[in-house]
């Protein structure tokens, strides 16, 4: 099968396509046929293996230990192993397999994955699961977010903060979003009440205070937010900055109830809830870019550059 393989950590130049066996399935899993996957920072950081840590907990010490990345997945259920009764070969399904995504068939633990609705295509489904599983997480079990709460979503238009924005207003939760120039439409088009371009205006320094701010551009300290979070409000860190997330992963232990760092479960129970808040419409995939399997590096350099509004999606199979 075709896969967009990579042998040394470094930048997206390492990613090369190239001919590799097909997988077989474990008695666990299913093999699905791929029809579109997305690009996340999870990736380029496997890629780069950055920050330096991340070859402990799993992408291999000297050399890529998972050959194709790929975490977010969608397309058709070839195979299934020989314990799984939830799914048949035929079934579209999508869901996060951490890796192997881009290739054009993959194995993945069955109990990560749910069924596709039929009105989303397979790049909407593939945009999903770990930028809208991080949101839900982020806002719902670590923000405790509650109907009628002033909530900040600081990196309102990216992967991550295109859900939280829609997540947070499924809530009821009144919506500020921080995010640069050119994605403060889409920011409001998403339903925030607010959003604030922070290229012009600094949120640290307004009056106003929040129940709850969601961090996923963590470019500067806690301390920073302090003014404007309520003495009750909570601060919740899911991305950004690397020496900042372990700064106030530290903080959080031995200081604040008010902190919390978010490292997103990844499970079928939140994967249903995301799935129906999909196909009910309450929540889109805002989708900027779609690449060819080919061109995957061309994929991850874009969403590295920083200038996504929302997902980069790869197409495996059109
Ligand atoms: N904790 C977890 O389990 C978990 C799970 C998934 C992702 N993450 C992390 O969450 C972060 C975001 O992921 P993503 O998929 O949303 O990434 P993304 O799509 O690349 O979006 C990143 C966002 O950061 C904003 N940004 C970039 N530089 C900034 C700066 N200096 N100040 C303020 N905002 C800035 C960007 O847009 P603007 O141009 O509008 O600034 C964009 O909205 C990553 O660090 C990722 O590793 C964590």
Known sequence: MKAIIYTKFGSPDQLKLAKVEKPLPGENQLLIRVHAS???????????????????????????KHQILGADIAGVVEETGSNVKQFMPGDAVFGEGSYGGFAEYVCVDADRFVKKPENLSFEEAAAAPMAALTALQGLRDKGNIKSGQKVLINGASGGVGTFAVQIAKTFGS?????????????????????????????????????DLIFDIAAYRSFSDYKPILKPDGKYVLAGGSISRIFQLMFKSMIKSKNIAVLIANINQKDMLLIKELLESGKIKSVIDKLYPLEETAEAIRYLEDGNVKGKVVITVKS
């Open 174 to 210: 009144e919506v500020t979003g921080v995010c640069s120039t050119s994605k403060k439409e889409l920011v409001k088009s998403l339903g925030a009440d607010q959003v604030i371009d922070y290229t012009n205006e600094d949120i640290t320094k307004n009056n106003e205070q929040f």
């Open 38 to 64: 997305s690009a996340n920072a999870y990736d380029w950081r496997h890629l780069r293996a950055d920050p330096f840590l991340i070859r402990l907990m799993g992408a291999g010490f000297l050399k890529p």
